[in-house]
């Protein structure tokens, strides 16, 4: 009799190994998949604030500039030539209007705002501008990775360009320069620039995953797991 009890007590601590070996293996599959993820995106928020993305009005600053060079590009530009620009003033938009003449700047040797040039070699009449950032598209990079949104900036110019001292309009219409990446949505606040509306912008709703089907699977995950752990100390 003893030696049946001792091999039932054998039986009974090899059938609970794999027991507590299928727990540790679905706590190490737990940290793996859902707070490994959480802790590298707390670190990550630190690291892109300091990446090489540029910030809503660099972007927007660069492709003013981008546009004034492509209005110029195919003037023949010489040492003599001067070039005027005339703003019909927005508050709102004032940073562009700076952006815009460094880039006149780049191919013009001479620029004078406003009226204080009487007969300019090239004249640029701006009649308004806009600049608007747009957020869309927020995904996970992985499965319970950091959440990112693509970013679309884009510059517009109402522009007339005359040719002196004939004065003929060399370009009339619209310019509109436009930048597409992806940012990490934790750095939205880090992109905007205070003070300047024109940078700022709404996240998109997030998805469905994120909302629902992520809380289930990390409280379902969670609730196994406990489980399976009295189960096994009964």
Avoid: W
């Amino acid at each position: 009799m003893n030696f049946c009890r001792k091999s039932i007590t054998r039986r009974d601590k090899n059938t609970s190994l794999p027991r507590f070996l299928l727990v540790s293996s679905l706590v190490n599959i737990f940290l793996v998949v859902i707070l490994v993820p959480h802790i590298s995106c707390s670190g990550l928020a630190s690291t892109y604030q300091n990446s090489a993305f540029s910030t809503n009005l660099e972007v927007m600053a660069r492709l003013a500039q981008g546009i004034a060079q492509e209005l110029v590009k195919d003037f023949q530009i010489s040492p003599d030539d001067t070039c005027s620009v005339l703003f019909v003033r927005a508050e709102d938009y004032q940073f562009l209007e700076h952006a815009f003449i460094e880039g006149v700047r780049q191919s013009c040797p001479v620029v004078v705002t406003g009226h204080e040039l009487p007969h300019p070699s090239i004249a640029f009449e701006m009649q308004s501008s806009r600049a608007m950032v747009h957020y869309h598209n927020m995904f996970r990079g992985s499965l319970f990775g950091e959440k990112k949104v693509e970013r679309s900036i884009t510059v517009e110019f109402s522009a007339k360009v005359l040719k002196n001292p004939s004065g003929k309009v060399v370009f009339a219409g619209l310019k509109q320069g436009s930048y597409h990446d992806t940012v990490a949505a934790k750095t939205i606040e880090n992109l905007s620039s205070p003070g300047i509306r024109a940078t700022y912008a709404n996240l998109p709703p997030e998805t469905f995953f994120d909302r629902i089907v992520e809380p289930l699977v990390i409280v379902g995950t969670i609730g196994v797991l406990m489980y399976l752990f009295f189960t096994i100390r009964s």
